[in-house]
């Protein structure tokens, strides 16, 4: 039995930049960035530029902690654009898969801070495991299908839309919410920052002065479905997501393998799965996070696959729109990409103006550019040497999928 | 299951227990006495010998790369690109990362200790287990409450079957910690305990090709979610999943090696989610709880049952359950190796 088609029917955005995916549209196609030099962690002396998260009508103390409720918004983002609310009976069998870095870490700080009241240390331990995201958003939406969370550091969530792409591939569900989301934390600054994987100026990926990330927050969750289950609806299709591949680099716990070894096998298992050539791949949105060691591997796996076409296949990073958004980014950035690929217009890189020559692949910069792609292909690394590929078409039949 | 796939290595790493037989050994006889104490932690000397290189592994990628290592010497050698790696675990990295996080909160946000950071990751122990054994396919770190490890072997099963590997390395571990054990709302008298678990899966051919022990065959996996208040019906289903992939009636099932716990509200889903979904044969079927003797081991617990059950298999099925407690259930089917 050959696999099932998998499609994107609903698109969930919470950003520094946007708060709906319309939002993220019109953000990257103005080059609206939502970083701010106002980070909620200043280091000791050191200030860092942020992508903060204005959560519209936040609730400061429903016991949630801040990464559940950017997972939340976003979920209903997505599940409003799906259109599935108003629908028959899917919540039984929708699934939730979702990925996260930092989890629940200012519910952690929050226990430890409490010291020796029990009592506080309880009530913040229930938001604790990585797993109450992925509940919390269950339960919020009374979904019935797998359940599951990914934590493999900032490839969390596209690891969780792979998987995801798997269950229905393998005919296992029919509906799944997938994405991922992490919060500024605590944690996350103090570690960066110790680490000197921050800039303590601007994000320029793939630039010869580029000197680090600036961190963001968010979630990206996409409604992935079956593709005759999304055409018996008559649901809207953003695009369809027919492969992905994932492989550790098996060299190093925080730095990339140089000429990116897991991620040239992780674009392999992604074309394979999905049956294409890299001839057929018309752009790269690429994880570009704008330190020292990550481009330049990048660049160097995107040559080790696409071989002499790695250097006119338009490529790109997100990164300086909505910061680096960990174990979010991967969904966000896949949004964004989808979103650009309906829209027939790649975003540029913001901040990239003296391209490294050790880069010197097709980056999209200045204004942009008009282009209409059919395929696309999102990449990310992690700590501990993962690896992820997505990879997405156009929908042959755009718009309102035919009955 | 769209290709065969079976447990070709099998490693364990309990507190009075190295290495499936002594596991074995120790879940069959029962526990002698009481155990000294009701969080019971591995021993270090269980991961002494590692190489000087991992000084800087914490504690859970210590004890999940014992188990790795007894799996993959039990399987033999093979294709580091077409071997991949998942690991589940319940709690993750939140000791280190709490361990990170009570330094800075005493010495300021500049003076956090670099080498805990690099592990407040729950993928870093992914990726030190992948750079000692030289694990370059496919990677996964999932933390679905206490079926994670039941997660990573549905997710290993996917990966083969998807030819994304010829074969994955499937891991469980979850550590103990003060302060896991002051959060976690453990019932009176309830004993936990560390352990890390580890299968080597491999597609059935090349097993039977390169001559390798096969443990048991996979025969089905099934994985669901669900309201808190009702996860013995979402256990029912994850169970009838997986006999559906398996391809089995009931009354195939000669074991079901259960998640019960000794807690009041995990045994009561646990024995409903059984009956609804095993009907009479519930009844019938012994039901093996191997909490009972190993205690309460999170996301290990689940693998350690799939370990026992392939020394209790001869040709006959058998069902391994898992309660996420955050409401995700995974069961899986096994069958006794013996079968080509």
């Known amino acids: 039995m050959s696999p099932h088609r998998v499609v994107i029917t609903g698109l969930g ?112 331990f229930g938001e604790v495991p990585f797993s109450s995201i992925a ?29 995801a792409l798997d269950e229905i591939r393998q005919g296992r569900a029919s509906v799944m919410l997938a994405g991922g989301a992490d919060a500024l934390t605590l944690l996350s600054f103090s570690g960066f920052s110790v680490l000197r994987a921050m800039t303590p100026t601007v994000c320029r990926p793939f630039d010869h002065r580029r000197n680090g990330m600036v961190l963001g927050e968010g979630a990206g969750i996409l409604v992935l479905e079956e593709l005759n289950h999304a055409r018996q609806r008559g649901a809207r299709i953003h695009a369809e997501l027919c492969g992905w591949g994932t492989a550790g680099d098996a060299h190093h716990p925080t730095s990339p393998h140089p000429e990116g070894r897991g991620l040239q096998q992780a674009m392999t298992l992604a074309l394979r799965q999905a049956g294409l050539t890299t001839e057929q791949i018309d752009f790269v949105n690429l994880h570009g996070t704008g330190t020292p060691a990550n481009d330049p591997a990048e660049c160097q796996a995107l040559r080790g696959v696409f071989g002499a076409r790695a250097a006119s296949v338009p490529v790109n990073s997100l990164k300086p729109y ?39 692949v097709d980056v999209v910069r200045g204004e942009g550019r008009a282009q209409r792609i059919d395929t696309l292909m999102s990449t990310k690394s992690a700590f501990g040497g993962a690896n992820v590929a997505l990879v997405a078409r156009r929908f042959p039949e755009t718009g309102r999928a035919a009955r | 299951m769209s290709r065969r796939i079976v447990i070709s290595g099998l490693g364990a790493v309990c507190p009075r227990a190295t290495g499936p037989t002594a596991l074995w050994e120790r879940f069959s006889q029962g526990d002698a006495g009481p155990p000294s104490s009701l969080a019971e932690r591995i021993p270090d000397a269980a991961f002494a010998k590692q190489s000087a290189q991992l ?23 093979g294709n580091p690109l077409q071997t991949g790696i998942a690991f589940g675990s319940g709690y993750g990295c939140l000791p280190t990362n709490a361990e990170y ?167 009561g889903w646990a024995q409903r989610g059984l009956h609804e979904a095993l009907g009479a044969h519930a009844a019938k079927v012994p039901v093996s709880c191997p909490k009972d003797v190993l205690g309460e081991t999170f996301s290990t617990a689940g693998m350690l049952a799939v370990v026992l059950a392939t020394r209790a298999l001869d040709k006959g099925c058998a069902l391994v359950t898992a309660l996420g407690g955050e409401g995700s259930t995974l069961a899986v089917v096994l069958r006794g190796g013996a079968h080509d």
């Open chain 2, 101 to 267: 996080l009570e330094g800075i909160l005493e010495r300021g946000g500049r003076y956090g200790n670099p080498v805990v950071f690099q592990n407040t990751v729950t993928n870093a122990a992914t990726g030190y287990i992948s750079m000692v054994h030289d694990l370059r396919g496919p990677t996964a770190t999932l933390c679905s409450g206490h079926s994670a490890g039941l997660e990573a072997l549905r997710f290993g099963c996917q990966q083969i079957e998807e030819g994304q590997a010829e074969r994955m390395v499937v891991v469980g571990a979850d550590t103990l910690s003060p302060m896991l054990l002051a959060g976690i709302a453990l019932p009176e008298g309830m004993r936990v305990s560390e352990a890390a678990c580890a299968l080597v899966l491999e597609e059935h051919t090349r097993a039977l090709t390169r001559g390798a022990h096969r443990h048991a065959e996979v025969l089905g996996t099934g994985h669901r979610g669900g309201s808190l208040t009702n996860q013995a019906h979402t256990l029912a289903r994850a169970v009838r999943d997986a006999m559906h992939m398996a391809r089995i009636e009931p009354e195939q099932l000669g074991a079901v090696f259960s998640c019960a716990s000794g807690r009041g509200d995990f045994d």
């Open chain 2, 55 to 77: 000084r800087h592994m914490d504690r859970l990628g210590r004890i999940a790369l014992a188990a790795t290592t007894l799996a993959i010497e039990d399987a033999g050698p």
């Open chain 1, 322 to 360: 909505f910061g680096h958004t960990l174990g979010a980014s991967g969904a966000l950035e896949l949004i964004g990409s989808v979103l650009g690929m309906a829209r027939d217009f790649l975003p540029p890189t913001l901040n990239c103006e003296e391209l490294d020559p050790k880069c010197d």
């Open chain 1, 13 to 124: 955005v919470t950003a520094a930049n946007a708060l709906s995916a319309d939002e993220l549209a019109q953000a990257l196609s103005n080059r609206h960035s939502g970083i701010r030099r106002a980070a909620p962690f200043d280091i000791e002396g050191r200030t860092y530029s942020a992508g903060v998260v204005d959560l519209p009508g936040e609730t400061p103390d429903n016991g949630l902690d801040r990464v559940s409720k950017l997972a939340l918004h976003a979920a209903e983002q997505a599940l409003r654009d799906s259109g599935l609310e108003a629908q028959g009976n899917w919540r039984e069998v929708a699934g939730v898969m979702l990925g996260t870095s930092r989890g629940p870490a200012l519910s952690l700080e929050q226990v430890i801070r409490s010291g020796g009241d029990e009592d506080a240390r309880r009530r913040h």
């Open chain 1, 135 to 163: 509940r919390n958003v269950a339960d919020q939406f009374g979904l019935g299908g797998i359940l599951s969370t990914v934590t493999m550091a900032c490839v969390s969530s596209s690891l969780a839309i792979g998987r």
